[in-house]
C-alpha cells in the first residue's frame, strides 16, 4: 500500500484516498494506529486509518464478504486483500498484493 501511495504522490488524497480499517480493534485504537502510522511512514494526507467498535468493524468487512478471524492464541487473522472503491462505494476491484502492481493499480484510480 505504502508503494501505491508513493506512486500516487501528490494525488494521494485528491483522486484516491486509501483507507485502511484494523481488523482488531479491541487492541487498535487511534493511539496505536496513530503509532502505527507514524512508524510505517504512512501518517500523510490522503491516508486514514480506522478503528471503532468490533460489531462495526465485522459489519464494515461483511459488505466485503470478509471475516473476521480470530486464530486459537487469541489474535486476529489479517486481511491481505485490498479493494479499490468508486466514490459512492461500489467495489471496483478487487487485489492481493503478490500479484498487484503499484504503477497498474495507482493507474486503475478513477
Same mark, same amino acid.
Given at each position: 500500500?505504502?508503494?501505491?501511495?508513493?506512486?500516487?504522490?501528490?494525488?494521494?488524497?485528491?483522486?484516491?484516498?486509501?483507507?485502511?480499517?484494523? @481488523?482488531? %480493534?479491541?487492541?487498535?485504537?487511534?493511539?496505536?494506529?496513530?503509532?502505527?502510522? =507514524?512508524?510505517?511512514? @504512512?501518517?500523510?494526507?490522503?491516508?486514514?486509518?480506522?478503528?471503532?467498535?468490533?460489531?462495526? @468493524?465485522?459489519?464494515?468487512?461483511?459488505?466485503?464478504?470478509?471475516? =473476521?478471524?480470530? /486464530?486459537?492464541?487469541?489474535?486476529?487473522?489479517?486481511?491481505? /486483500?485490498?479493494?479499490? @472503491?468508486?466514490?459512492?462505494? %461500489?467495489?471496483?476491484?478487487?487485489?492481493?498484493?503478490?500479484?498487484?502492481?503499484?504503477?497498474?493499480?495507482?493507474?486503475?484510480? %478513477?
Amino acid at each position: 500500500m505504502r508503494r501505491i501511495a508513493d506512486k500516487l504522490g501528490p494525488d494521494l488524497g485528491s483522486i484516491a484516498t486509501i483507507l485502511s480499517v484494523t @481488523v482488531d %480493534p479491541e487492541h487498535d485504537g487511534p493511539k496505536q494506529l496513530l503509532d502505527y502510522a =507514524r512508524a510505517q511512514a @504512512v501518517d500523510r494526507i490522503g491516508w486514514i486509518l480506522l478503528t471503532g467498535q468490533p460489531a462495526k @468493524v465485522n459489519a464494515q468487512m461483511a459488505q466485503f464478504n470478509l471475516p =473476521r478471524e480470530h /486464530e486459537e492464541a487469541g489474535t486476529i487473522s489479517h486481511v491481505l /486483500e485490498f479493494f479499490l @472503491v468508486g466514490p459512492d462505494g %461500489p467495489q471496483i476491484a478487487l487485489y492481493v498484493p503478490r500479484e498487484t502492481n503499484a504503477t497498474v493499480l495507482a493507474t486503475d484510480c %478513477p
